[in-house]
């Protein structure tokens, strides 16, 4: 019973949640907290500014957090952001956001999580799935 208790307790504070607001973001898939640090959306890849559908992500993303408590479980750092997941009243927002065909899942980091939310988008025709094969990958484009 007491490894079980400890088991869990440690679970919680290696990933802790907590709520944030965010005060900007820069794209679908980077934001800044009122405290001014910046996080990265884990899983997911946006278009990068520049690139078709980067605004419409932007956007959406503003859409669904603005006034909004963010829940957020990060998991690490990249580029001296936190690399966290994000929901907002239970609502995954990478899901949606891949959903809408405004992010791609990311398989290198993301294990396939939001491989079926990017097969629905891509289905639908919906966001950067307008474009042929869904356009340039912002991991490509980044190389680039």
Same mark, same amino acid.
């Given at each position: =019973?007491?490894? +079980?208790?400890? &088991?869990?307790? =440690?679970? &919680?504070? /290696?990933?802790?949640?907590?709520?944030?607001?965010? $005060?900007?973001?820069?794209?679908?898939?980077?934001?800044?907290?009122? @405290?001014?640090?910046?996080? +990265?959306?884990?899983?997911?890849?946006? %278009?990068?500014?520049?690139?078709?559908?980067?605004?419409?992500? *932007?956007?959406?993303?503003?859409?669904?957090?603005?006034? !909004?408590? $963010?829940?957020?479980?990060?998991?690490?750092?990249?580029?001296?952001? *936190?690399?966290?997941?994000?929901?907002?009243?239970?609502?995954?927002?990478?899901?949606?956001?891949?959903?809408?065909? &405004?992010?791609?899942?990311?398989?290198?980091?993301?294990?396939?999580?939001? #491989? #079926? /939310?990017?097969?629905?988008? !891509?289905?639908?025709? !919906?966001?950067?799935?307008?474009? %042929? @094969?869904?356009?340039? +990958?912002?991991?490509?484009? +980044?190389? !680039?």
């Amino acid at each position: =019973m007491i490894s +079980r208790v400890m &088991l869990a307790l =440690m679970l &919680l504070l /290696a990933s802790p949640a907590y709520a944030e607001r965010f $005060v900007s973001c820069h794209d679908g898939d980077t934001c800044t907290l009122e @405290d001014s640090q910046r996080v +990265r959306f884990s899983g997911i890849d946006c %278009p990068e500014i520049g690139q078709s559908y980067a605004e419409e992500a *932007r956007d959406y993303l503003l859409k669904l957090t603005q006034g !909004r408590d $963010v829940s957020l479980t990060c998991n690490g750092w990249s580029y001296n952001r *936190r690399v966290c997941s994000a929901s907002v009243v239970g609502l995954d927002i990478q899901k949606e956001l891949v959903g809408w065909g &405004l992010c791609y899942d990311y398989p290198k980091y993301s294990s396939g999580q939001y #491989q #079926q /939310a990017e097969a629905f988008a !891509r289905k639908m025709k !919906r966001g950067v799935w307008q474009q %042929p @094969d869904g356009g340039m +990958r912002p991991w490509d484009y +980044r190389h !680039r």
